[in-house]
C-alpha cells in the first residue's frame, strides 16, 4: 500500500524551504500532495490558480522533480477533510524557527482533534533554508533586491511581473 502525505499552506510564493520539505517528505512517502490553500482569511499576492502554477513550474520546470509521486491542488476545506480524500494520514510541516512551534503545534493538536487517526509530521528544511518567508521574498523583490538565493528562476520571474 502507499503511503501519501499531504503538504498545506499558502505558497505564496514558493520558496527553497517549502521545496527542501518537498524533498525530504519524497524520502519517506511515496506520493505528496501539496495543496494550495485557497482560503479567504488571507492577503494573497498571487491567487489560487497562479499559485499552482507557480508551484508546477518551480518542481517540474526548474528542478524536474518527479510528477509521478507530486500532485498539486487547491483546496478551501479542512486540511482534515483532504487526509480523508486521498486516503492519508499523514499531515507535513514545515518548521523553520522556535517561533513557528507555538502556532503549528496548536494546528496540529486542532487537527487531531478532529481526526485522532491523522498525524502531523514537522519537517525542518536544511539551515541555510531555514530563514526564508514568502513574506521577506515578497518584501525583497518589492524594493527590487536579489532573491535567487531563496527561490526558483520561473517563481523570480513571476514574482517580478507581478511587481512591475
Known sequence: MSKTAIYPGTFD?????HIDVIKKSLKLFDKVVVAVSDGEN??????VEERIEIVKN???KDLNMNRKKIIIISFKSLTTTLCKKYKSNIILRGLRAV????YEFQLAGMNRKLNDKIETIFLMS??????ISSKFVKEIIKLKGDIKKFTTK??????KNKYE
Request: negative net charge; proline residues 3%; charged residues 25%.
Open 13 to 17: 510564493p514558493i520558496t527553497f524551504g
Open 126 to 131: 536544511d539551515v541555510e533554508n531555514q530563514i
Open 42 to 47: 488571507k492577503n494573497y499576492l498571487f491567487d
Open 154 to 159: 520561473t517563481t523570480i520571474k513571476a514574482l
Open 99 to 102: 517561533s513557528d512551534f507555538e
Open 58 to 60: 518551480a518542481l517540474f
